[in-house]
């Protein structure tokens, strides 16, 4: 896509971390969402499952077979597959993926039972997101044939994933860091051999991250940031890897804290229109966003109420009156208090 870096569909990033590209670029995928195959061979595990795109599964079969270690054919490709969040983009190649594990084993093994990897992912914690529309894991994961994973002993499709559990590939180890914010049931992996960080969505390669709860979320960056073990690089579900990882999430915080130290000194100023005694949400968004083209005052509008929404929670802001939508909403500054910083 223009102005972005371009990915190489297969990269080897190191003996135990091969970036697969998911064939699935777009405005909020950037130039498509990145799996990782960790280990130093197979079995190894799997990090996310891409959209469901037809191209991307003989890619995914390219990186199996031609890229990664050679393989030991008695043994699965994929042992786990870690699910990041439920996002669609990170979920809906699961229908595909799993046929193509069987058939790549079948191949090496006719006749043998195809052993299943466990799909993993972190409970979602809030039951909005489970009657969610758009989360269609529940559905993919009926579609699945039980023959094609791992159940758990009670019989569920997905193993939990919990904070600071640890996970091994081969000569690999991963520590998780569930890293709410981006949603709520997002996580992290710590590639402790390669001082690597697997961030999800909650750090991107370009750009900046979307999230459901900005207090959330920045708890979430400076659990990262003051993550006890060592690591350099982060490798993003979004985006090239990001070389200097401490200091890219530390300018994530830092803008954020700058824009809510915006919002709160706009609401200290005299409000705009003639007769009004509070700032708008709307107002707020054209006066932050000035020099910005119009047509991105819409998407701001959530980030402002996310910023709003915490400080809210803080009682630092009050809303003041309601108006017709969310637009003209009314806001007024109770405390100029900055908050915490890294």
């Known amino acids: 896509m223009e102005g972005l870096e371009p990915i190489p569909n297969i990269t080897k990033l190191s003996d135990r971390v091969i970036r697969v590209l998911g064939q699935n670029p777009g405005k909020f995928t950037l130039q498509g969402t990145n799996l990782y195959l960790l280990g130093t061979s197979n079995p190894y595990i799997l ?19 031609s890229v990664a270690a050679p393989q030991d054919a008695g043994l699965p490709d994929v042992s786990d597959i870690i699910l990041s969040h439920w996002h669609g983009d990170h979920i809906g190649g699961l229908p595909s993926v799993l046929p193509l594990l069987q058939r790549l084993w079948a191949s090496r093994n006719p006749g043998k039972p195809f052993p299943a990897p466990r799909i993993h992912k972190h409970p979602l914690v809030r039951e909005s997101d489970a009657s969610s529309t758009w989360n269609k894991l529940p559905g993919v994961l009926d579609t699945l ?50 001082n690597a960080l697997y961030t999800a969505d909650t750090v991107l390669g370009q750009g900046t991250s979307v999230f ?83 047509n991105i005052w819409e998407p701001a509008m959530r980030g402002i109420l996310l910023h709003l929404a915490k400080l809210e929670g803080e009682g630092r802001v009050k809303k003041v009156g309601a108006g017709n939508d969310l637009k003209d909403a009314e806001w007024v500054a109770l405390s100029r208090t900055p908050s915490p910083s890294l």
Request: glycine letters at 6%; aromatic letters at 8%; proline letters at 5%.
């Open 47 to 65: 990090v996310d499952t891409a959209e469901g795109k037809d191209e991307f599964i003989p890619v995914l079969e390219d990186a199996l077979t």
């Open 145 to 194: 044939p039980k023959d094609l994973y791992t159940q758990t002993s009670s019989g569920a499709a997905l193993h939990d994933l919990h904070d600071s559990q640890i996970l091994s590939a081969r000569d690999t180890t991963l520590h998780v860091l569930y890293t709410p914010g981006h949603t709520y049931d997002s996580i992290g992996l710590h590639i402790a051999e390669d």
């Open 212 to 294: 459901e709860d900005l207090a959330v979320y920045l708890t979430s960056l400076n659990k990262m940031l003051h993550f006890p073990k060592e690591y350099v690089h982060l490798l993003p579900s979004h985006g090239p890897v990001v070389e200097k990882g401490k200091e890219t999430i530390t300018m994530y915080i830092k803008h954020r804290l700058e824009r809510e130290t915006q919002v709160l000194n706009l609401l200290t100023k005299q409000a705009p229109g003639e007769g009004r005694a509070n700032w708008s949400t709307w107002d707020i968004v054209k006066d932050l966003y000035a020099s910005y083209p119009e």
